[in-house]
């Protein structure tokens, strides 16, 4: 079955930098958009960066110029660089992905099981 497993979550000081992966597995066709979420204790999921498959982004307010997504349409991986972090980015981060397996005629949306990113001195 397709599957996204996420990478790189942690605990890092304010101004520091972390590097969350994402990878997908199982018997692709094709993968369309894929984008990062984040969801904070009491607070609604909300969308932080999302790539389509030609490489357009497109980011929250909250992270532009601190945030980078990126993904490698041949390993099937998306990644977020987060520099310059904030104790509000804490949070944990979701993968997110429209996927066509090889036993489906369309594309169904996926989700990892999310990576907690902690920012505090």
């Known amino acids: 079955q397709v599957q996204l497993v996420e990478s790189g979550g942690g605990l890092v000081q304010p101004g520091g930098s972390l590097r969350l992966s994402c990878a997908v597995s199982?018997?692709?066709?094709?993968?369309?958009?894929m984008g990062w979420y984040r969801q904070a204790p009491g607070k609604e999921r909300e969308l932080v960066a999302f790539?389509?498959?030609?490489?357009?982004?497109n980011y929250a307010d909250s992270v532009k110029g601190r945030f980078t997504i990126s993904r490698d349409n041949v390993k099937n991986t998306v990644a977020l660089q987060m520099n310059s972090l904030k104790p509000e980015d804490t949070a944990v981060y979701y993968c997110?992905?429209?996927?066509?397996?090889?036993?489906?005629?369309?594309?169904?949306?996926?989700w990892g099981q999310g990576t907690q990113v902690t920012v505090s001195s």
């Open positions: 790539i389509t498959r030609g490489g357009s982004t």
């Open positions: 997110n992905a429209w996927i066509q397996s090889t036993d489906s005629n369309y594309h169904s949306n996926y």
């Open positions: 199982g018997r692709i066709f094709s993968i369309n958009g």
